[in-house]
């Protein structure tokens, strides 16, 4: 398998889904954090909100998240604590980073709100880019 994301990351541990969405609420206040394996994690994060509420299949090509890993920043990893990516397995059994999309893009006067997010993953996002699906 191909972890092109992880030479972005310093990666800690893996969890199911379960394990962390189950720690997201709707209205997460923002500064709730959840201690997981000596680390403490802000748990308020619109992306976990979009995994739990919107579900964790991208919305044009259907891989589904399989877990999620703690991981940080390498480039500045004091400034950038610890945080959860969602992960993928494509097609060709490559590990894909799932993110959060604007459905309207920022760009085109999108707001950053829970009903216009959706589950997608970090290629086709990309491909996406600042245009309405």
């Known amino acids: 398998m191909n972890k092109p994301f992880a030479k972005r990351y310093t990666r800690k541990e893996t969890y199911t889904v379960q394990e ?3 720690h997201v609420e ?3 206040p923002k500064n709730k954090l959840i201690n997981f394996d000596g680390d403490l994690l802000k748990m308020s994060s619109d992306r976990y909100k979009v995994f739990k509420f919107k579900g964790i299949s991208c919305v044009k090509c259907q ?3 399989q877990y999620f890993i703690k991981e940080k920043g390498k480039l500045d990893p004091e400034s950038f604590p610890y945080h959860f990516n969602l992960y993928a397995i494509n097609k060709d059994g490559d590990e894909i980073l799932m993110t959060k999309d604007h459905i309207t893009p ?4 999108g707001k950053d709100h829970l009903s216009n997010y959706q589950p997608m993953c ?3 996002n ?5 245009k309405e699906e």
């Open 63 to 65: 891989c589904v998240g």
């Open 126 to 130: 990309s491909q996406k880019g600042n």
């Open 20 to 22: 962390i969405l189950q």
């Open 26 to 28: 709707l209205n997460t």
């Open 122 to 124: 970090a290629t086709c």
């Open 106 to 109: 920022r760009s085109k006067g």
